[in-house]
């Protein structure tokens, strides 16, 4: 294939070359007439290992050329490649000016370059780009092109470490590509074949997003590590030895588990002993943002789907799930109670449904617990999910629990806050269906 890039710094560079050492024709495009220079003469302008060796094998061979003129990149070319670089705004924002220009300047190319033989053109964004940037910012400039060319978008986000750049190219950990266009998926079909892997398709938005959560995620990853290190460490703790122990544990730590978004955390451990290393770090002076921000954040989940049902004119709430997990009845701490018990606080008229919530049944810890939150919980209780949603104006699902799916789907109330995402798209086609935080 014909591909042009745009931008060639760490990623531009190693997608070109590594695209041109499996045999497509590759033509980069900088502003940089320095970049370009060293490419042509077979250097990388960039440090990576391997990468000066790709390159000059790429403009030995003749796969590998650069410009700085964008017309002369997108010559009979199947694919424009975005990577140039989206840096932060002083107010940390992301400034997307490299990217309009090079999309402006693609879209002008077309007035004067030759289209490739199938007349089909893709721009694929690799760089960082927040959700929205495709349908708003590349999209728009290519919904009228010279007639003889015919384009598509998408998002297709580059995973790649520096450092072991070349390395992460050929071995991403997915290829994930929004968009909504087969034709464009066909392209890159094409183009990403040597990676003999299978292709991730998604929404232009997911795409994006995915980028952003990845980098959080590896950033929230260094900064858990240390606060454990800074936590333990006045206790004569080893801190390297717990995390080596702590990541074998590939079931709940190295794992999905946990890692859905949905409602708050809860139960009778987590709030519990996150309190106490607080404390722990508090007694010896030290600030740990991370882990206290987590607990700010569960209660700022509660919170939000509070605001959201004072905003609507329902008054009458079937909750649907009480206990903080399903198949357990330990109600200490579950932050449905908290929910319940704050609607009610709102003048909100509250019905419950739990499949194995037996306000007879609990004892001990748990029922001391309910009693002081939910004094009158046998009242609010309903014995079939039908029952609560009598005369409801809004469900509340934090269960997966079948059952529930049936009644909504009997009787759906005006409106279905899902905290859970466990029953599916059944429930998510009901008229007024909205996740606690997603789009379904
Ligand atoms: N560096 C990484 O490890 C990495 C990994 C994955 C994703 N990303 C993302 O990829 C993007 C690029 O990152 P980078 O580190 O390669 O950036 P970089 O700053 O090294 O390179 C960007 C290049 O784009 C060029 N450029 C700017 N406007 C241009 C235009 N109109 N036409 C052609 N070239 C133009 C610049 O001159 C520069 O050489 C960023 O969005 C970044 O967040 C980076």
């Known amino acids: 294939m014909r591909i042009a890039v745009f931008g060639l710094g760490y990623v531009g560079t190693v997608t070109a070359a590594g695209l041109a050492s499996r045999r497509h024709h590759v033509c980069g495009v900088d502003v940089d007439e320095m970049k370009v220079g060293l490419i042509r003469e077979g250097r990388s302008p960039v440090v990576e290992p391997g990468l000066d060796e790709l390159v000059a094998a790429g403009v030995a061979k003749g796969f590998l050329t650069a410009t700085t003129d964008a017309a002369e990149a997108l010559e009979c070319a199947d694919v424009s490649l975005i990577c140039v670089g989206t840096p932060s705004t002083p107010q940390g924002s992301t400034d997307l000016e490299y990217v309009r220009r090079a999309v402006a ?29 495709g349908d708003e910012v590349v999209a728009p400039v290519f919904a009228e092109v010279p007639e003889e060319w015919s384009v598509g978008t998408a998002m297709c986000p580059e995973f790649l470490r520096e450092g072991c750049g070349v390395a992460d190219f050929f071995d991403p950990p997915f290829v994930v590509v929004g968009t909504d266009r087969a034709r464009v998926k066909q392209v890159l079909g094409r183009l990403f074949a040597f990676l003999d892997r299978e292709l991730r398709y998604v929404d232009v938005r997911s795409a994006e997003a995915l980028k952003y959560a990845c980098n959080a995620f590896h950033a929230t990853k260094v900064s858990f590590a240390n606060e454990m290190g800074r936590i333990f460490r006045p206790y004569g703790v080893d801190s390297r030895e717990v995390m080596e122990i702590f990541c074998e544990d590939k079931t709940l730590n190295i794992s999905s588990t946990y890692l859905r978004p949905g409602f708050a955390f809860g139960g009778s451990c987590l709030p519990k002993d996150l309190r106490s290393l607080l404390h722990m770090a508090r007694v010896n002076d030290l600030d740990v943002p991370l882990l206290s ?59 419950i449904y739990d499949p194995i919530i037996n306000p007879a049944r609990l004892v001990g810890a748990n029922l001391r617990y309910i009693e002081s939150r939910l004094p009158h919980l046998s009242r609010l209780l309903a014995a079939a999910p039908r029952e609560a949603l009598q005369g409801s104006d809004v469900a509340i699902v934090a269960t997966s629990d079948p059952s529930v799916l049936a009644a909504l ?13 466990r029953l599916g798209p059944d429930l998510e086609r009901i008229p007024g269906y909205e996740g606690v935080g997603w789009t379904a």
């Open 293 to 351: 921000g987590t607990l700010r954040t569960n209660e700022l989940v509660v919170r939000d789907v509070l605001d959201r049902l004072i905003a609507t004119p329902a008054r009458v709430v079937a909750m649907l799930g009480l206990s903080f997990k399903m198949d357990t009845d330990d109600l200490r701490e579950s932050p449905n109670v908290e929910l319940a018990e704050r609607l009610i606080g709102k003048g909100f008229e509250v019905r």
């Open 409 to 421: 789907r009997g009787s759906p109330p005006e409106r279905i806050m899902d905290l859970s995402g």
């Open 105 to 133: 300047d693609i879209r002008q190319a077309m007035d004067v370059a030759r289209p490739p033989v199938s007349g089909f053109h893709a721009v694929v964004v690799r760089s960082t780009v927040p959700p929205g940037t």
